[in-house]
C-alpha cells in the first residue's frame, strides 16, 4: 500500500483551534467508530485532551460485531476515560450520552463553584476523525439540523457553539486525521471504512482487502450474502462471481467496477456482517 498522507490546511487550523478551546471546555466528547475502535482513535487528540474527563463515544454499534465492542470497551475504559456505544438513530443511545455528557460535566462544575465561578451550563466539546457520526450526534441532541451532515469525510469545516438549553452546551468542530499514518494497517482501516477519501485508494484495492478480511475472519456472512457455495477461489474470481450472480453484465461480460461498488457498500452498510476490523486489544 501506498504512503497516506492528508492533512490540508483546514485540518491544520481546525486541530489548533481546538487546542485553544479545551480550556472554555468541560467534557470531551471523542466521536470513533465501533468497527474500528483503535484505529479510529486521532493520536494527536490524545496530547491535546489528556487532563480532561473524556467520554469516548463508539458510533455505529449497530454496524460492529458484539462480542469485541465488550472487549473494547473493557480495555479502553477508565477513570479518565467513560465509553459508550451507541447507535446515533437510537433515541434511548442518544439520551444516555446526553447523562454521561452532563454527569462528567457536572463534577466539573463542582470545581468551579468551589472557586467562586457560577457559570451553569456544561460546556462539551465533540472531536474525532472524518465521517465517524460528529454532526449526526449533535444533530440528534438538538433535535433539528444545526450542525451540516454528509457522509463525505471532511465535510464539517468550522467550529460551532450551540446552545442546547440553559444548562448544556456543545461546540461542533471538523473531523482531523493526523498527518500520515505510519502503520499502513490503520490507514487501510480507515479507508475501508470511509474515513479517508476514496480517491486516495482505488474501489479495486479496497475490496480486494475486503474479500480477504471477510474469507478469514467472516466466511459464512460473504457466502451467505452473496449466495457463494465455495470461497476456495482467488478473490478476483469471488468478485466476478458475485457480479454474474447480480446480474452485472455489458455486452456479456461481469461489470467488474459495478461489483466492486456494491461490495464496498454493502460492507460499509453492514449488510454482509457486523464486523471488527480492530481484533487485538494491543
Known sequence: MKEIHWFPGHMKKALNNIESKLKLVDVIVEILDARAPKSSR???????VSSKKRLLVFSKKDLADEIFMKNWSFAMSSAQNK??????????????????????????????FIK??????????????????????????????????ENRPGKTRSEQWIKINEYFELLDT?????????????????????????????????????????????????KNKYHLES???SNFDI????????????????????????????????????????????
Open 239 to 282: 468478485i466476478t462471481h458475485i457480479g454474474f450472480k447480480r446480474g452485472f453484465l455489458i455486452k456479456g461480460k461481469i461489470d467488474i467496477a459495478r461489483t466492486e461498488a456494491t461490495i464496498l457498500a454493502d460492507f460499509r452498510n453492514g449488510k454482509i456482517a457486523k464486523i471488527c476490523l480492530d481484533r487485538t486489544l494491543d
Open 42 to 48: 486521532n493520536c494527536l487528540f490524545k496530547e491535546l
Open 116 to 149: 467562586g465561578l457560577k457559570r451553569k451550563a456544561v460546556r462539551a466539546i465533540i472531536i474525532g476523525i472524518p465521517n465517524v457520526g460528529k454532526s449526526t450526534l449533535i444533530n440528534r441532541i438538538v433535535g433539528k439540523k444545526k450542525a451540516s451532515v
Open 231 to 233: 470461497l476456495d477461489f
Open 83 to 112: 465509553v459508550v456505544f451507541a447507535d446515533l438513530n437510537n433515541n434511548n443511545d442518544i439520551k444516555n450520552i446526553i447523562k454521561n455528557i452532563e454527569n462528567l460535566g457536572h463534577e466539573s462544575l463542582k470545581k468551579d
Open 174 to 222: 471538523p473531523g482531523v486525521l493526523p498527518m500520515n499514518y505510519e502503520d499502513k494497517e490503520i490507514a487501510k482501516k480507515l479507508a475501508l471504512l470511509g474515513s479517508i477519501k476514496e480517491s486516495i485508494l482505488p474501489t479495486s484495492e479496497l475490496v480486494d482487502e475486503i474479500v480477504s478480511f471477510l474469507k478469514e475472519n467472516y466466511p459464512n456472512d460473504l
